[in-house]
């Protein structure tokens, strides 16, 4: 069964670095998600991405944060200068359309900011 | 979206039928309820969506009352493995005429403990 990869499963940056998460949606999807969880607090959504372009964010999604869909395949996070507060578990999610909304989750990779 | 209203937390023995409630009694009439569940940390997995008739998957059944207003998620058999967080979710279909582009909202959900 198809299924959404992330990597890498467990990153470790020191405050101010920049850090690139990567995730492999399914193949023919056309819808992109990036969600996060802190640790002990509810799953939050980011950004969603269609057609090579952004179409929803969040407040959390700052300046700091971007995303690119580099190549067929890839969909990347990027968090420019990371902060101590952008620990935590970032999710990534497609869907193959909107009408049901029915995304599947990648295992997620787990960020530290030491 | 339409605010959702869970218990925190639920018990259920193994092989036992597990039914987790679930108010929402602003929604509209344009708003599936969806349920998804998180396995310890682990991505959300979907389980099952339903506008106002019953569902029913390989995984779970969802009563919808007729006045919309409330929902029951069953899983007829619950195992072990369906220890999880459990989180219902009422959202549009669709891009809602272009202003939602599928964003889920998550609530703190049900903690189901399924014991042996």
């Known amino acids: 069964e198809p299924e959404v990869t992330q990597t890498p499963s467990h990153q470790v940056t020191q405050m101010g670095q920049e850090v690139i998460l990567r995730c492999v949606p399914i193949s023919n999807h056309l819808y992109f998600y990036w969600y996060r969880q802190i640790l002990g607090q509810k799953v939050e959504f980011l950004v969603s991405f269609y057609n090579n372009e952004i179409s929803e964010k969040s407040e959390i999604f700052d300046d700091q944060f971007s995303v690119e869909r580099p190549d067929g395949s890839n969909f990347t996070l990027k968090i420019r200068s990371t902060k101590l507060e952008d620990s935590a578990m970032y999710f990534c999610a497609s869907s193959q359309t909107l009408s049901y909304n029915e995304q599947f989750f990648g295992p997620g990779t787990r960020l530290t900011v030491l | 979206d339409a605010k959702t209203t869970q218990p925190t937390s639920m018990d259920c023995a193994e092989g036992r039928a597990a039914n987790l409630p679930c108010n929402h009694s602003t929604i509209s009439g344009n708003e599936y309820v969806y349920w998804y569940r998180q396995i310890h940390s682990q991505g959300p997995q979907y389980i099952i969506h339903?506008?106002?008739n019953n569902e029913t998957n390989e995984m779970a059944s969802l009563i919808i009352t007729e006045d919309r207003k409330s929902s029951t998620l069953i899983l007829p058999h619950a195992t072990l493995r369906d220890t999880a967080v459990y989180y219902c979710i009422v959202r549009v279909a669709g891009d809602a005429g272009g202003t939602s582009y599928g964003k889920l909202t998550f609530g703190q959900g049900t903690i189901l403990t399924v014991h042996p």
């Open positions: 339903g506008l106002k």
